[in-house]
């Protein structure tokens, strides 16, 4: 966190736009608080991705809260390659004397790669030293614009209950945090009060009833896994729940809406 901060800020010079990818279920939550460094220094695009994941009029919704608070945002499935119109906003603002700079900065997991992929192409080659920009950075040359890839991995929030929940949607390594049974406990209690279980009904047919313990018995129960003696494996059906969860299989999920307050302190 530490050196991507410091990369970023000898960055903060010699670029034109900072694009930052957030996962468009949790747009507040996988932000970078890092990005304050450049507030009325650089215009900030915001992609929101993973757009087929959430719910589109919420994703929609953060657009245009996203749009007054000056930044330029856009909801995305990037699997689908559809970044023509973000391509046409960026290059518009080319200056007529040298390529355009961007630097592509988010956590991980959120697309960012994909992203960088498809906006210089796959067989992309990176390109040698910029002057007056600082060393240690990959750029990459694209039609009319050099772009940095992320100067280190930006860390959201220090929260230890933020990152959690950045661990359900994928973009935080749960079993650094905790075990699997442990978190998706923690998990569907969140579901249940965020009132979002219907996708995992209708996919699976379980109930949100009982207890949290009882609730992972019975989705263990549902996909079969069973220890010797019939004993329920809740270490692994927790895992599978949890990645289920971070993958869309239970339906379109926006978990948190413009102004509302922090999803972490729900846990």
Same mark, same amino acid.
């Given at each position: 966190?530490?050196?991507?901060? #410091?990369?970023?800020?000898?960055?903060?010079?010699?670029?034109?736009?900072?694009?930052?990818?957030?996962?468009?279920?949790?747009?507040?939550?996988?932000?970078?608080?890092?990005?304050?460094?450049?507030?009325? %220094?650089? !215009?900030?695009?915001?992609?929101?991705?993973?757009?087929?994941?959430?719910?589109?009029?919420?994703?929609?919704?953060?657009? %245009?809260?996203?749009?007054?608070?000056?930044?330029?945002? !856009?909801?995305?499935?990037? @699997?689908?390659?559809? &970044?023509?119109?973000?391509?046409?906003?960026?290059?518009?603002?080319?200056?007529?004397?040298?390529?355009? %700079?961007?630097?592509?900065?988010?956590?991980?997991? &959120?697309?960012?790669?994909?992203?960088?992929? !498809?906006?210089?192409? #796959?067989?992309?080659?990176?390109?040698?030293?910029?002057?007056?920009?600082?060393?240690? &950075?990959?750029?990459? @040359?694209? !039609?009319?614009?050099?772009?940095?890839?992320?100067?280190?991995?930006?860390?959201?929030?220090?929260?230890? %209950?933020?990152?959690?929940?950045?661990?359900?949607?994928?973009?935080?390594?749960?079993?650094?945090?905790?075990?699997?049974?442990?978190?998706?406990?923690?998990?569907?209690?969140?579901?249940?009060?965020?009132?979002?279980?219907?996708?995992?009904?209708?996919?699976?047919?379980?109930?949100?009833?009982?207890?949290?313990?009882?609730?992972?018995?019975?989705?263990?129960?549902?996909?079969?896994?069973?220890?010797?003696?019939?004993?329920?494996?809740?270490?692994?059906?927790?895992?599978?729940?949890?990645?289920?969860?971070?993958?869309?299989?239970?339906?379109?999920?926006?978990?948190?809406?413009?102004?509302?307050?922090?999803?972490?302190?729900?846990?």
């Amino acid at each position: 966190m530490a050196k991507g901060k #410091r990369q970023l800020e000898a960055l903060a010079n010699t670029i034109d736009f900072i694009i930052e990818v957030r996962d468009a279920r949790a747009p507040n939550l996988s932000s970078s608080p890092l990005l304050d460094i450049f507030e009325n %220094r650089i !215009q900030i695009i915001v992609v929101l991705s993973k757009a087929d994941l959430s719910e589109k009029n919420v994703s929609n919704e953060w657009v %245009r809260f996203l749009n007054k608070q000056g930044m330029m945002a !856009q909801s995305l499935d990037l @699997r689908k390659g559809n &970044v023509s119109k973000l391509k046409k906003d960026i290059t518009r603002k080319k200056p007529y004397y040298r390529d355009l %700079r961007l630097a592509v900065v988010g956590i991980p997991n &959120v697309g960012k790669s994909i992203l960088i992929n !498809q906006l210089v192409g #796959r067989k992309a080659a990176l390109v040698g030293g910029v002057p007056g920009v600082t060393k240690g &950075v990959s750029w990459f @040359r694209g !039609q009319g614009f050099l772009l940095a890839d992320s100067p280190g991995i930006l860390d959201p929030h220090s929260d230890k %209950r933020a990152h959690r929940i950045l661990s359900w949607i994928g973009s935080s390594k749960g079993q650094v945090i905790g075990s699997y049974e442990e978190h998706a406990k923690e998990c569907i209690s969140f579901m249940i009060k965020k009132d979002i279980w219907s996708g995992l009904e209708k996919t699976w047919g379980i109930k949100p009833e009982g207890t949290t313990s009882d609730i992972l018995k019975n989705i263990g129960n549902r996909l079969g896994k069973l220890l010797p003696g019939g004993v329920i494996d809740l270490e692994t059906s927790g895992k599978i729940f949890l990645e289920a969860f971070a993958t869309g299989k239970f339906g379109c999920m926006s978990l948190e809406k413009p102004n509302e307050p922090p999803l972490w302190e729900l846990l």
